[in-house]
């Protein structure tokens, strides 16, 4: 049975294909129930996969004698698998109504598919060959997404996203060479495969490469200096796929780090050397630096991506404290991000296709016109700054927490203080737009307000979005139980 891990892969992919050589559909209509049943399907399948071949090892076939590509379900397979399914089936929803006003929508579902095939194919990855394959391939078929309208902006930020990510790539490939040398295998398994008679007296050169490899999935995951495509990209692509890119796409980079980190080299081989230190740096660099400019931004999408440049710094930083209720908060913030920065890009798309509005500041009054839309909008918001109930509150406190116990000098009090200073910056530029929006003051012109809450196939999507990043801080001990296991596992 272990083949059905191929399932939930195959399926999607072959879906986006079929959408991609078809000459015309039907209709409309015929297009969205074929898009529909391969989401759900795939959905079935991959949810299947996990219950029944969980770390089940199905390998493919060998690219060499000693290169196979190979898949086996695990613990951190299943937390990146479950957001990613349902961030693309809301998403996906969300498109429905939103991509009427969009041209080539079969071929942006087709793209939209393969897409999705190709992060569980990521979520499940088995070895560092099969991963490095898949991620390359990730960048390939998304960058369609990105390219969508056409536009001059478009295509210069689609030529930015493929040239930050393939040079993020070859920077693994780099340390992929040097792992493949002093490594007893390459498939993942917690802890160190590094063989300890082959690294002997190579730690220096191990240290560089185990460096190089993170620096180069931080590409994906947008980490200063690696994070100017990410502020291009995600505003020229269409809402839907602006919510996928930056609540699931950049999580890849995220997932390629986990695995380098805990599962090649081995938490106990980074701790207190110098790449731990950059690494923490460069997060805590992020951190500040996006909320910063997400605050001074004042176009809408591009200040959700600058936000998104930041709160992905939160995980990479919890990652590179090595404590377990660290990694505890940064496995969790994956999860509440990805819900969080899913509602508040699909929202910012309602607006754009109700109104045509795109700038923060035009939106005074809008609470008036689209009240459950910006109520969502503030949950949401209220959960990426870490204000209870939400599950962002959750999250870094663990992150605070982890930082505080590690005891790293320097980094356990200066963590915790630019997580709080970034916090205060994220009320600062996303909750303005709450406040204006639902009291616009005495001096506007309530006569040329009208009702624009969107349909239900937008509005449904960004409610249970909202609802879930509401129970992840209410019933948290569900998700933390189970990370603080895998942690405890891989540290």
Known sequence: ????????????????????????????????????????????????????????????????????????????????????IIVFVCAGSFGFEYMKHEEHEK??????????????????????????????????????????????????????????????????????????????????????????????GHASLLLGAAFVMIMGFSVKAGMFPMHAWLTAAHPAAPAPASAVLSA????????????????????????????????????????????????REPVLKKRLAYSTVSQISYILFGLAVMDPDALTGGMLHVICHSLVKAVLFLCAGAIIYKTGKTRADELRGIGKEMPVLLWCYTVASLGLVGIPPTGGFVSKWYLAAGALSSGIPGFFWIGPAVLLISALLTAGYLLPITIS????????????????????????????????????????????????RLAADIL
């Open 248 to 295: 699931v796409i950049v999580k890849a980079g995220v997932l390629g780090i986990i695995r380098v980190v805990y599962y090649l080299f081995g938490a106990s081989f980074l701790q207190g050397t110098w790449v731990q230190s950059v690494w923490m740096t460069l997060a805590l660099i992020t951190v500040f630096m996006g909320s910063l400019l997400a605050y």
């Open 107 to 200: 071929r942006y579902y087709g793209f939209y598919l393969i897409v999705f095939g190709i992060l569980m194919a990521l979520c499940f990855a088995g070895n560092l060959v099969t991963f490095y394959l898949f991620f390359e391939l990730l960048t390939l078929s998304s960058m369609p997404l990105v390219l969508h309208t056409g536009s001059k902006e478009a295509v210069m930020a689609g030529l930015k996203y493929l040239f930050y990510s393939l040079c993020g790539a070859y920077m693994v490939l780099f340390g992929f060479y040097f792992i493949n040398r002093y490594a007893n295998t390459l498939s993942f398994s917690e802890g160190s495969v590094l063989n300890p008679e082959l690294a002997a």
């Open 437 to 484: 929006g639902f009291f616009p003051g005495e001096d506007f012109d309530y006569g040329g307000l009208k009702k624009r809450e969107p349909g239900v196939l937008m509005t449904l999507p960004i409610a249970l979005l909202t609802a879930l990043s509401v129970l992840a801080g209410l019933f948290p001990n569900v998700l933390t139980d189970f990370i603080a």
């Open 1 to 84: 049975m272990s083949y059905f891990v191929l399932l939930p892969i195959l399926f999607p992919i072959l879906s986006g294909i079929f959408l991609l050589v078809r000459k015309e559909m039907k209709n409309r209509q015929s297009l969205l129930i074929t898009v529909g049943a391969a989401l759900v399907i795939t959905t079935v399948l991959a949810i299947t996969a996990m219950l029944t071949v969980r770390d089940e090892i199905f390998l493919v076939f060998n690219l060499t004698r000693t290169l196979p590509v190979l898949f086996k379900i695990d613990g951190v397979g299943v937390i990146f698998g479950i957001v990613g």
